[in-house]
């Protein structure tokens, strides 16, 4: 008898390579360990989505000085770890591929550390080395902004034309360390050069394909290939400004813009009072009529369209929940991720394909990262 949708899901080993949930703890001091309808993202609604391992990403802005970012993001790895210590019978962090499984045979979910933008790092090699101290584990080279590293996929006028010379040293020093290089965020340039100064696999940990959405964020066919030549492996992310071009245009940015500003105010403010609660009403119900969200079948299109490219042994999920403001219909937060399961099994994949989609491409190239160190 074929095993049900839960069985295989809770059987699989599920990863969620990006979540931006720090940020939560941070500026709204959530407490993850209580169900929430705010955000994306808590310990509860993780086990109710079957997610065994979510990466929390350590993310700074780029408008902060470099002294501000270092500060902000050991600030930021501290919260997420007194949060996972106070919630130790739900959750345990994690810093390798075996003890992520550990953790999972425990019946906890596992927390990992990415950094989304190398600004922390500075230009000192032993920052980096500090930070992987701390647990991170990959990073997401540079945001929406070049900074000392690479470019950005953001801008339209290059700085560096690929990695700078302080990347290229970064990129060989997270290789003998044993920590992921993130090519998400990165120019096309940027990417390229990460294939060719990195001895060790590289990961998108948030992107789609640019042959369904032509968002810069997205990766060309010709990159995914490369990619998987390369033993990488692309992880896709729920926003809907990657999975379809009706969503990249500028007047939905600029309303999730709003919203996403109207959001922070409400919280900084500490107001929780009858005007801020009805702008941000107001802003949410803009967005849902004008841009409504799109169904998480699209999200499984830019799966199948990388399966299509390359094989099944390279692709995998980053949602970039808590920084998103509208994940897609059926997606609503982590505890709706079986229904990515149930979709690729009505499209005909057999449990081990989904098992790998569902996680294990990601661990199998987070393993040979690991090995690869010195």
Known sequence: MAKSVHQLHTEAFV????????????????????????????????????????????????????????????????EVKDMVAAHSDKVAMAYSVRQAREIKRGGRGAIMLGMENGAPIQNDLSLLNEFYRMGVRYITLCHSAHNQLCDSCAPKQPQWN??????????????NLGMIVDVSHLSDASFYDCLKYSKAPVVA??????????????????????????????QINFYPAFLSDQYGRPDYFDAADAYDSAMKAYWRSGKKGKKEIAELKMREAYIKKNFPSP????????????????????????????????????????SKFEVITKELRLRGYSDSDIKKVLGENFMRVFSQVENMAI
């Open 15 to 78: 990863v969620d390579t990006h979540c931006d949930t720090p940020l939560r703890i941070d500026e709204e001091h959530a407490d993850l360990g209580i169900r929430s309808n705010e955000g994306h993202n808590d310990f509860i609604r993780m086990k109710e989505g079957g997610v065994d391992l979510c990466f929390y990403a350590i993310f700074t802005r780029t408008r902060l000085t470099p002294d501000q970012a270092t500060v902000q993001a050991v600030r930021l790895i501290g």
């Open 162 to 175: 690929g990695l700078s010379p302080m990347g290229k040293k970064v990129v060989a020093q997270m290789n």
């Open 205 to 234: 940990t948030h992107s789609c394909c640019r042959a369904l959405c032509k968002h810069p964020r997205n990766m060309t066919d010709k990159m995914i290939k490369e990619l998987a030549k390369a033993s990488g492996v692309i």
């Open 295 to 334: 169904s998480y079948k699209l999200l499984v299109d830019h799966i199948e369209h990388v399966i299509d490219l390359v094989g099944i042994d390279y692709v995998g999920l980053g949602s970039d929940y808590d920084g998103i403001e509208m994940p897609p219909k059926g997606l609503e937060d982590i």
